[in-house]
């Protein structure tokens, strides 16, 4: 066979490999969950936002003021986090608080609670006391601050968000994505697919 057509052969079988390969990651969806856009208003941090139900935000009336990158020991406003994403930001929010119920009574464990405290239940009311969690909540913080370094650090924020619903969620930009366990790369996809893509372009 005449070196000519083994060459046409190769480049012909590479070009349907590339074309194959170029419509299935063409073909896959975004990682999480589509959300509706809400706008992106500036309000003054007095006045109100029609996201703040406590719910997961990703777009909407926000605070002219962003939170920067870096892991944050304390929760954040959502007025300054929505400006955030609005950037291009991604956000890991994770939750260290467990909620069971007894006899029709709600307890909260709280990870960040000090060792020692007394636990006391009023008229069914919640019930905040230490356990357990801490070194579980510690060993979930450094796994997302690893990854957070692993990839960069660039327009990444890792808060705390106590009572969400979920342990862990990714919000960007009209897109978020909660579950329970944690999934090394199901984050560093969500943040490959969705850091950068805010409305607003900027170095920061």
């Known amino acids: 066979m005449p070196k000519k057509l083994i060459y046409i052969g190769v480049v012909a079988i590479l070009l349907i490999a590339f074309v194959v390969w ?11 969950t589509k959300q509706p856009d809400l706008g992106r208003k500036h309000v003054l941090p007095a006045g109100s936002l029609k996201n703040s139900s406590g719910d997961l935000a990703t777009s909407g009336d926000h605070f002219e003021e962003w939170t920067r990158v870096g892991v944050y020991d304390s929760p954040k406003e959502d ?3 929505i400006h955030s994403m609005e950037h291009g930001y991604v956000i890991i929010s994770y939750n260290c608080t467990k909620k069971f119920t007894i006899y029709n009574l709600q307890f909260t464990i709280n990870a960040y609670a000090h060792e020692g405290e007394d636990n006391e239940a009023t008229n069914g009311a919640e019930a905040t006391g230490s356990a357990s969690l801490s070194e579980d909540c510690h060993k979930l913080v450094d796994q997302l601050k690893n990854i957070y370094e692993k990839k960069g650090k660039r327009k990444l924020i890792v808060v705390p968000r106590p009572n969400m619903d979920s342990k862990i969620a990714l919000t960007a930009w009209n897109w978020i994505d909660k579950f329970d366990q944690f999934d090394e790369q199901r984050i560093e996809s969500f943040i490959d697919s969705h850091r950068d893509q805010g409305p607003e372009r900027t170095a920061e």
């Open 22 to 32: 170029l419509f299935k990651a063409s073909s896959q969806p975004l990682l999480g």
């Open 79 to 81: 007025g300054n986090l």
